[in-house]
């Protein structure tokens, strides 16, 4: 039977990806007591990498929409630490997200809402955390949006 979260992301429509493998020197996560910190998830699609500059090529819409990509990639981290199971999440700590932008973009907050709401969408309560958005002048690959999170688990 699967568990809750799985349950209300087939309901949404959503499904995980495969947990990202790391594409440089760093492990994909780290569980250090009841933290689980994911390193930062990059934003991709089923078509590939999600890339562009905020205020520049692309639009506060399609950067959230590429913040919800980290999201689930997010969420697929953090299974993989858990084992596979959903249940031992007892809540988001906190989301860390960088947008790609132009030096005059102010709009960061709402780009890194794709990924918060998302969060919260999925998980109800245990999905809302504290949180940091900001504006960097380039990320890897010449994405648009990377977010990093802590989860506490049981």
């Known amino acids: 039977m699967p568990h809750a979260i799985d ?9 995980l990806p495969a947990a990202p493998a790391p594409a440089a020197a760093y492990v994909p ?3 250090s007591g009841r933290l689980v910190y994911v390193s930062g998830q990059i934003s991709q699609g089923p078509n ?3 890339t562009g500059k905020l ?7 399609q950067g959230a929409d590429a913040a919800r990509s980290c999201a689930l990639a997010l ?3 953090l299974r993989a630490a858990c084992g596979g199971d959903f249940g031992r ?3 988001v700590v906190k989301l860390t997200g960088f947008v790609n932008c132009t030096p005059d973009f102010a709009e960061q907050p709402k780009v890194i809402n ?3 709401e998302l969060l919260v969408e999925v998980l109800g309560e245990t999905g809302w955390h504290a949180r940091s958005a900001v504006g960097v002048a380039a990320l890897p690959l010449g994405v648009a949006v990377e977010i990093e999170a802590i989860f506490e688990i049981a």
């Open 7 to 15: 349950q209300r992301l087939t309901d949404l429509g959503l499904s």
């Open 29 to 31: 996560y780290v569980v």
């Open 48 to 50: 590939g990498l999600i």
């Open 55 to 61: 205020g520049e090529d692309m639009s506060t819409e």
């Open 75 to 77: 969420l697929a981290q």
């Open 89 to 91: 999440l007892s809540r």
């Open 114 to 116: 794709g990924a918060s």
